[in-house]
T-cell receptor, first 114, second 112 residues
């Protein structure tokens, strides 16, 4: 059945290292979201794309975070350099902008920066 | 700035009772309001959507109301069951696109 796939599921890295998280949206979906979830802040929107073009990345720290969609089947979120405060669960979600009914979420990537 | 507020304290209720969760928002005029369920270690799962021109929506044991004047939505689960225990997230979808922002969620515990 159709689902959003995120890799890796868990990542532990040292401060200063580059982290890349990947997302495969549901085939045919033209909107992709990246969210970060922490106990303190809840689910924060980092960026979202329509037809692979970034529509809004105002929630993303620009100096260290970058998000791209190299093609319609892959979205990436990079952190360079990573910091302990980046520790969180990162979710990717996809949907159909035409319908605007719901976003389908992946299982998330749990990132720990030590 | 845009703000979505949900009860930060957990809601504990007895099985069979109705659970009512609140979502309030400020500085936003959403086209839609959505409710999602999230279980530990999983991504949120869509439950219901209500449009700005709708007052109430129902789906099985779930009911959502939307008051754009009060800028508030209420989410009800009737005849609650222990399996309903989860975190429930309110989300707003903007008028200009598909930008979807979430509240922090309310944790619900249903005791048998």
């Amino acid at each position: 059945d159709a689902r959003v796939t995120q890799t890796p599921r868990h990542k532990v890295t040292e401060m200063g290292q580059e982290v890349t998280m990947r997302c495969q949206p549901i085939l045919g979906h033209n909107t992709v979201f990246w969210y970060r979830q922490t106990m303190m802040q809840g689910l924060e929107l980092l960026a979202y794309f329509r037809n692979r073009a970034p529509l809004d990345d105002s929630g993303m720290p620009k100096d260290r975070f970058s998000a791209e969609m190299p093609d319609a089947t892959l979205a990436t979120l990079k952190i360079q350099p990573s910091e302990p405060r980046d520790s969180a669960v990162y979710f990717c979600a996809s949907g159909l902008a035409r319908l605007r009914t719901e976003a389908f979420f992946g299982q998330g990537t749990r990132l720990t920066v030590v | 700035s845009q703000k979505i507020e949900q009860n930060s304290e957990a809601l504990n209720i007895q099985e069979g009772k109705t659970a009512t969760l609140t979502c309030n928002y400020t500085n936003y005029s959403p086209a839609y309001l959505q409710w999602y369920r999230q279980d530990p270690g999983r991504g949120p799962v869509f439950l219901l959507l209500i449009r700005e021109n709708e007052k109430e929506k129902r789906k099985e044991r779930l009911k959502v109301t939307f008051d754009t004047t009060l800028k508030q939505s209420l989410f009800h689960i009737t005849a609650s069951q222990p399996a309903d225990s989860a975190t429930y997230l309110c989300a707003l979808v903007g008028t200009g696109g598909f930008k979807t922002i979430f509240g922090a969620g309310t944790r619900l515990f249903v005791k048998a």
